[in-house]
């Protein structure tokens, strides 16, 4: 399976972004995805994944309440809503296929990321 990640942009604090992660490769619709971010300087950071075949999702605790994370096997793409955008936002924001249970979440094979810069 192979990722795409787009959507990224500048936008102002208190604005919204939707993400795209588009997927190629046969049985797109059987792994989990997730999303990740890096910001300058730090770690990359887990926010959310998507299982494949029923919908579970989880999210990491920090990033809880702003963001959202979707997906539509018939575009074979996940999304990833994300409201209210703070400055510390600012990152390149990456989808990867996942290993996922009902507690944790570790990427496996990486996209290329998408930029979102939040700024005033």
């Known amino acids: 399976v192979q990722l795409q990640a787009s959507g990224g942009g500048s936008v102002q604090p208190g604005g919204s972004l939707r993400l795209s992660c588009a997927g190629s490769?046969?049985?797109?619709?059987?792994?989990?995805i997730g999303w990740f971010r890096q910001a300058p300087g730090k770690e990359r950071e887990g926010i959310s994944c998507?299982?494949?075949?029923?919908?579970?999702?989880y999210y990491f605790e920090s990033m809880r309440g702003r963001f959202t994370i979707s997906r539509d096997n018939a575009k074979n793409t996940i999304y990833l809503q994300m409201n209210n955008l703070k400055p510390e936002d600012t990152a390149v924001y990456y989808c990867?296929?996942?290993?996922?249970?009902?507690?944790?979440?570790?990427?496996?094979?990486w996209g290329q990321g998408t930029q979102v810069t939040v700024s005033s």
């Open positions: 490769g046969r049985y797109f619709d059987l792994h989990p």
């Open positions: 998507i299982s494949g075949t029923d919908g579970r999702t």
């Open positions: 990867a296929t996942v290993f996922m249970s009902d507690y944790d979440c570790v990427g496996d094979s």
